[in-house]
Every structure is written in structure tokens, then in C-alpha cells.
């Protein structure tokens, strides 16, 4: 980033005031009013007319304006986000999930031209634009502090837990599915880094009211995210401060240390689609032990060949991997805890391929054009802003998942836009190196879940869960809409896999028997499922299940003992069906606790 000594000492407006002109202006206006589209999205409190006249309205402001900005890193962006979106709409097309699934898209949209607009502000205004990044990491603090953290506390705190009522209810910020702390929590863990530059530049400056004013802001930030209880963003803390501690006190060593922290950040993505495509294997197993998350993250793996090419649409995982993977229909996970098994499940092997070269497009830039590279003290902070969202995108997905989706790129757009202190781009050269680590990064992402998956394999695959999921429901409750017995998907999907057996079909066809309590079928085909992958949980514990409900108990132990959480499952069903009178069935259950006991 531009050198802060360079600037006005006298507060925000005085640095504006020192560069203003009337071009600077309107290209801060543009993305004030993407801004402003993005909070109406997250907040849910605009008509689809009001999205499109600021979305509009602020990237014609910004193009209008910046358009002699335009460079490489802003085509790519561009590029990327349009494709990933185009991809989108389709595989939303027919999603059950349609109307969730077109507003995740939306605030892609909105996270797109963010960034582009980001990347097209003029030099003049990088200080400020800064600034106002600082500052939406305080106003996400006290938006979660005031509607979400209060409310849990003593009524000692009666006022201040009225006004975060009073909040919510004006603006339904938590209107979402998606817990707050969640969503906006990422936004203070991952600006987090660049108040440490702030608060060391003070210190050094021995400007002592702003030193104190930074260390206060960054105590606040640190209250508020560990008031929310969230694990993954205790440990980016940990990861944002290591990343920019390293990059900052190497610096005067290796004014490389930022480049390498970058280089290692963007490989991460990489790593965990080996991790996601091997779900049974070793390293999955071990991680799954130490937390639920783990466990969640890689057995969402199983879902990703069957809907590869372009997802199950935009808002389907909840209802994929509840349906196929959970066996208590009644149960709702929302999300996966992890970007790329999300965007791998709802829009396919392509877009995650964009998404995974869009996070390594600045360390592809260092690397074409490390020559012209001018590192500067502020590196560091933009290592560790990065290093941190890498990391929460791995271990959570707020900006995925909820109303934060808008911030996606704020991040990659503010380490692109300064890139390590960068004076030139050679575009030639940058541009073939691009190009060859797309095709090597989809053809990688690619290879990892190629099993066997034809196109109308996909797309059957995809019919069949627009089918069953028709009825599911998007809250924490319910129950699923039964399926027509004679319905021509099914029949198609059963005559398809006559050709050509598949042991993700032979599973499908074995839920849809289990659900219809025809137990005998929905054993043989999850015998068949089981046998040909043992490792894939929902194969293991339906096929221990149907067992169960067949009343062969002793030939459901050794699925049923290597089912995570089997004897709970049990007791859930022991009184579930006993609520709706299968009497018989819920003894079974019971009897079944009971052998697993001896």
C-alpha cells in the first residue's frame, strides 16, 4: 500500500481533502453505493429493483470514471466472477432450492463488483479506501456485539440488549439461516492485520492518542470475536497475528518474507481438495477425530463427483448432504465449513477451479514479474490479511454462507490492488503463466474427482434430488415430502443403473425404499452401495439402518459400530418412531442399543 508517511497526519479528512478532486470523488461514490447494494443484500431488506439500480447505478459511476484504472488483475477478476456466475445460473436453473440459490448469486454478484471497484479506485484515493476497511471491521464488531452477543447477557445489561433488539428488528440482520457470529466475524478476524500496522506505525511515530485509540480498537475486536464462541475464528486470530508477525519482523532480513507467506496461503486451497477428495482415506479419519468440523469438511467430499459439472446449484448443500449423507431426516446441517466443498457441491468442479486461481492469481503475478517487485513495510499487513482469509475460507465459510458473501474479494482485491509494493506488470508473460495455472489447476481439481460421473450421469443425478428435495425443508425442522412410488425420474434412474451399475445410485434408490419403508429393497441396493465403498459414511450407516429395520440385528453390528454417533441415532429413532406409532420399529431400535451395549 502507499507509504503512510507520505500522507496528512490530520485524520481522514484531512488525507482526503489533500488529494481531492472531483474524478476521486465519483469513483469513491461508485463503490460507496456497491457498498451500500451489498448491505441492503445482506440485510434482506431490498427488492430485487433495488439490487440491480445500485448495483448498476455504482459499477457505470466507477467505470465511468476509473476506466483508464483497468488493468490485468480488474479483466481477471471480471473474468472469473462473470464465469463462476454464468456457471451458477445455470445449475440453479432447476435447483429446489431456486429462490436461496439466486440470492447466494446475487451477492456473488455484488462480491464481484466490489472488488472490481476496488481495484479500479485511482492511487489518491488507496489511503482512504484503506481507512474505510478499518472501519467495517469496527461497525461488523458492534453490529454483532449489539444484535447477537448482548442478548445473551444478564439483564444488567437491559438497555443495551434493548437497543440490539430494536436493531434486529429494524433491520433483520440475522434473518438468515446463518448464525451472525458467523458472518460477520470473519470480516474483524480477517481486517485484523491491518490494525496492527496501524497500532505499530503509532508506536513508532510516538503518536500516543492514536497508538492507544489502534490498541483499543484492536482489544475491542478481540472482545467481540471471542464473546461469538467461534473456534475458527479464535485460531485466525492466531494465524493473522503469526502471518503478519513473520512478515513484519523478517522484513529488514528478506523483504521477501510477505511473498512467501502469500506463496504458502495459496497453496493451501490446493491441499484441501486433496484432502476433500480422499474423505475415507487416513488424514480424514485422524482429523475428523479431533473435531465434528473435520468430519463434516471431508464427508462432504462424497458429494462432489456426483454433481461436478456445474454443482447442485447455488443454496443446495443444506439439502444434498442432509439427504444424502445424514440418515435422520429430520436433521439440517447448513453449510460445510469450507468455500471450496461448498462451491464444489453447489456449482461444480469448474467454478471452485476459478475460485482456487483467483486466490493464487497474486503469487502468480510475484512470480512472473518478481524482477519489478517493490516490497514495502506494509507487505506484511497484506500478507496477513490474506494468510487469514485463506484460513477461515479452509475451517468456516462466512463469506459464503451468510449475509457477508458481498466481502468475498475485499480482501484478494486489496492485496491485488497493491501486490506487495508492485511498480509493473509484464502482461505477456503474466497472462501465459495465468492461463497455463488455470488449465493446470481445473485439470488438477478435475482428475481428483473424476469417478466415473458421465454428463448424463450428472444430470440424472441432479433430477433425482430436485425430485426428492422438492419438499425439504430450510429450517431446522420438518420432515420431507414423500416420493411417488411410480414417479418416471425414479424408473429412469433404476433403468439407468441396470446399464451401468453405480454405487451413488444403488444408494439413492436405497433411501428412497428405506423412506418408503420397503426394507427389504433398500437393503440390496445399500449392500451394493456399502460393499463396492465401506468407507463412505452415509453407504455405512443406511446400510446398518435398513439392517436394523429388517430386523437382522447381528448383521447390523459391524456397520452400526463404525457409525459415527450410532447408538445416539438410535435413541432418536427409538422415540421418533413411537411419536408417529411404529411401535415395532422402535423397539428394534431399542433392542439394537442394547446389542451394540454387550
Not at 31 to 49: E, K, Q, S
Not at 216 to 226: G, R, Y
Not at 233 to 257: C, M, N, Q, S, T
Request: aromatic share 14%.
Amino acid at each position: 500500500m502507499i507509504e503512510l508517511e507520505a500522507q496528512n497526519r490530520g485524520g481522514l479528512m484531512n488525507k482526503f481533502l489533500a488529494t481531492f478532486n472531483l474524478q476521486n470523488v465519483y469513483s469513491l461514490s461508485g463503490l460507496a453505493i456497491l457498498a451500500a447494494a451489498g448491505v441492503v443484500w445482506g440485510m434482506g431488506i431490498g427488492t430485487p429493483i433495488t439490487l440491480i439500480l445500485l448495483s448498476v447505478l455504482g459499477i457505470i459511476v466507477v467505470l465511468f470514471t476509473a476506466y483508464q484504472q483497468i488493468d490485468f488483475k480488474a479483466v481477471i477478476l471480471l473474468i472469473g466472477v462473470v464465469s463462476v456466475l454464468i456457471i451458477g445460473i445455470r445449475g440453479t436453473a432447476d435447483s429446489y432450492n431456486h429462490a436461496f440459490g439466486v440470492s447466494k448469486l446475487w451477492g456473488l454478484g455484488l462480491a464481484g463488483l466490489i472488488g472490481l471497484a476496488l481495484l479500479l479506485q485511482p492511487k489518491d484515493n488507496h489511503v482512504f479506501v484503506r481507512d474505510l476497511l478499518l472501519i467495517s471491521a469496527v461497525v461488523a464488531a458492534v453490529v454483532i456485539l449489539l444484535t447477537y452477543d448482548w442478548q445473551r447477557f444478564p439483564t444488567d445489561y437491559n438497555f443495551v440488549n434493548r437497543i440490539g433488539l430494536t436493531i434486529n428488528r429494524l433491520f433483520p440482520i440475522a434473518k438468515s439461516a446463518y448464525r451472525i457470529d458467523d458472518t460477520l466475524g470473519g470480516i474483524c478476524v480477517t481486517v485484523m492485520p491491518a490494525f496492527y500496522t496501524e497500532f505499530v506505525t503509532r508506536l513508532e511515530r510516538k503518536q500516543k492518542r492514536l497508538t492507544f485509540l489502534f490498541l483499543m480498537a484492536i482489544f475491542f475486536l478481540l472482545f467481540t470475536v471471542l464473546l461469538t464462541g467461534t473456534r475458527s475464528l479464535w485460531i485466525g486470530i492466531v494465524v493473522g497475528a503469526g502471518a503478519y508477525g513473520i512478515g513484519h519482523f523478517l522484513f529488514h532480513e528478506d523483504k521477501r518474507a510477505s511473498a512467501y507467506i502469500v506463496g504458502v496461503s495459496s497453496l493451501l486451497p490446493l491441499i484441501s481438495m486433496l484432502w476433500l477428495a480422499d474423505p475415507g482415506g487416513k488424514i480424514s479419519q485422524f482429523l475428523s477425530r479431533l473435531d465434528y468440523r473435520f468430519e463434516l469438511i471431508s464427508n462432504s467430499g462424497w458429494l462432489i463427483p456426483d454433481f461436478w459439472l456445474f454443482g447442485g446449484g447455488a443454496g443446495s448443500y443444506p439439502g444434498l448432504f442432509s439427504r444424502y449423507i445424514l440418515n435422520e431426516s429430520h436433521f439440517f446441517i447448513a453449510h460445510s465449513h469450507n468455500l471450496l466443498a461448498n462451491i464444489s457441491i453447489e456449482l461444480g468442479i469448474i467454478s471452485t477451479s476459478i475460485i482456487i486461481f483467483l486466490l493464487t492469481l497474486p503469487i502468480l503475478i510475484f512470480l512472473s514479474n518478481y524482477k519489478q517487485i517493490n516490497f514495502s513495510r506494509f507487505s506484511a499487513e497484506n500478507a496477513g490479511v490474506f494468510a487469514t482469509f485463506v484460513f477461515i475460507l479452509l475451517l468456516d465459510d462466512p463469506f459464503w454462507g451468510g449475509g457477508s458473501i458481498p466481502y468475498l474479494f475485499v480482501p484478494l482485491a486489496f492485496l491485488l490492488k497493491d501486490h506487495l509494493g508492485q511498480s509493473r506488470v509484464n502482461l505477456l508473460r503474466t497472462t501465459i503463466t495465468a492461463i497455463i495455472a488455470f488449465v493446470v489447476i481445473f485439470f488438477f481439481n478435475l482428475s481428483l474427482f473424476n469417478r466415473g460421473i458421465s454428463i448424463p450421469a450428472y444430470h440424472a443425478h441432479k433430477a433425482y434430488a430436485n425430485l426428492e428435495l422438492a419438499g425439504f425443508p430450510n429450517n431446522i425442522t420438518g420432515f420431507y415430502n414423500p416420493l411417488e412410488k411410480d414417479d418416471a425420474i425414479i424408473s429412469s434412474y433404476a433403468a439407468m443403473n441396470q446399464e451401468s451399475e453405480s454405487p451413488s445410485i444403488d444408494y439413492r434408490l436405497g433411501l428412497h425404499f428405506l423412506r418408503e419403508k420397503e426394507f427389504d429393497r433398500a437393503a440390496d441396493y445399500l449392500e451394493k452401495a456399502y460393499k463396492n465403498t465401506p468407507s463412505h459414511p452415509g453407504y455405512r450407516e443406511n446400510y446398518a439402518f435398513s439392517l436394523v429395520w429388517k430386523d437382522e440385528l447381528e448383521a447390523a453390528v459391524e456397520p452400526g459400530k463404525n457409525t459415527n454417533k450410532f447408538d445416539e441415532k438410535l435413541s432418536a429413532f427409538v422415540t421418533w418412531w413411537a411419536e408417529i406409532g411404529e411401535f415395532r420399529l422402535s423397539k428394534r431400535a431399542l433392542d439394537m442399543i442394547d446389542l451394540m451395549a454387550q
